[in-house]
């Protein structure tokens, strides 16, 4: 297959229906009006195979629905709902991974989060696979969430269960790929819907996405936010089987779980959060004036001072998606 017929199907498959205001894909540029009084968030993210992922790890219809589902996350985040995706092939072939399959996972993907593939590129490449998705969101101006925003006497609360991705990412490597830690890493569930909900029902202080690990973005969200926290994991660890480490729910990386600060006096319903969306909501912490992150266990707090995914560290074990830094 050449580059003019894959664009050719690639066009004719998403080019209708379109909202109003919309172009794309088919042209030189894509455009979309976002509505009076919300803004625009936006960002974008890649997966190349061999560091990322390997081969055999996920069919084409999952590669397809994966790619948008990590940047769905970072929009979560924020409080936003996505509006529109481009998408960057790099392929050393055509169609090769590119198939009827993995635009199956992207079509499927589109209908579930309700946005549209407004256009984007392919080139050839004599290095692997890479696939950049760069999505933008809509929300209301003002009501976009940051990690910036956290107070002492914060609680901190994550949703679902940190580590299972990076245990089933393990399997993968192990050959398990049908555990069920294995699907957490093949299928992650961005979290857009019960984000909008907390931001309206909550107004959380500040928020990050669980993309490196809970440890080293929990760090980040305190380092915005200029404080500290005390955490204590014995509820996530007792809430798997067979239990996760608390290493693992540190480390692991890839959960894309919401992690969240919220002032005392607003803070959520989580039996009503789980029967709404199925999935914990769990408190694990309080955000402190003294800085740094210290883990509770064994009767003392510890210092946080490990790592999480990092693709340039960690040697060709942790260039290769299989064993995150800091393990």
Request: aromatic content about 6%; some cysteine.
């Amino acid at each position: 297959m050449d580059e003019r017929g894959f664009l050719e199907r690639v066009i004719a498959r998403f080019a209708s229906p379109r909202r109003a205001g919309e172009v794309g894909p088919g042209d030189d540029a894509a455009v979309f009006t976002p509505p009076p009084g919300m803004a625009v968030a936006a960002t974008v993210d890649a997966m190349v195979e061999g560091t990322h992922f390997l081969a055999g790890w996920l069919t084409d219809r999952e590669l397809g629905a994966r790619i948008l589902r990590v940047s769905l996350s970072d929009l979560a985040a924020m409080g936003a709902m996505p509006r529109g995706a481009l998408l960057a092939v790099e392929t050393p072939e055509l169609p090769g991974r590119i198939t009827d399959s993995f635009w199956d996972g992207i079509e499927e993907t589109l209908r579930e989060y309700d946005f549209a593939l407004l256009g984007g590129n392919v080139t050839r490449t004599s290095g692997p696979l890479a696939l950049t998705s760069t999505l933008f969101g809509l929300v209301p101006a003002g009501t976009e969430l940051s990690r910036s925003g956290a107070a002492p006497g914060d609680a901190l609360w994550v949703t679902g269960a940190p580590g299972r991705a990076g245990r089933g990412r393990l399997d993968l490597a192990r050959g398990e790929g049908q555990t069920a830690c294995a699907l957490a890493w093949r299928r992650p569930l961005p979290r857009i819907l019960e984000a909008r909900w907390l931001r309206d029902e909550c107004q959380p202080s500040a928020a990050i996405d669980l993309s490196d690990g809970l440890g080293i973005d929990c760090a980040r969200l305190l380092a915005a936010s200029r404080v500290g926290a005390d955490i204590d994991l014995a509820e996530l660890v007792s809430g798997e089987t067979p239990p996760l480490a608390v290493t693992e729910i540190l480390e692991g990386g890839e959960d894309y779980e919401l992690l969240l600060a919220l002032p005392p006096e607003r803070a959520p319903d989580a039996a009503r959060f789980r029967a709404l969306f199925g999935t914990a909501l769990t408190r694990i912490g309080t955000v402190t004036a003294k800085r740094g992150l210290r883990i509770a266990g064994g009767g003392a707090s510890e210092e946080f001072r490990g790592g999480g995914w990092d693709p340039f560290a960690g040697g060709a074990s942790n260039a290769a998606g299989v064993t995150p830094a800091g393990r």
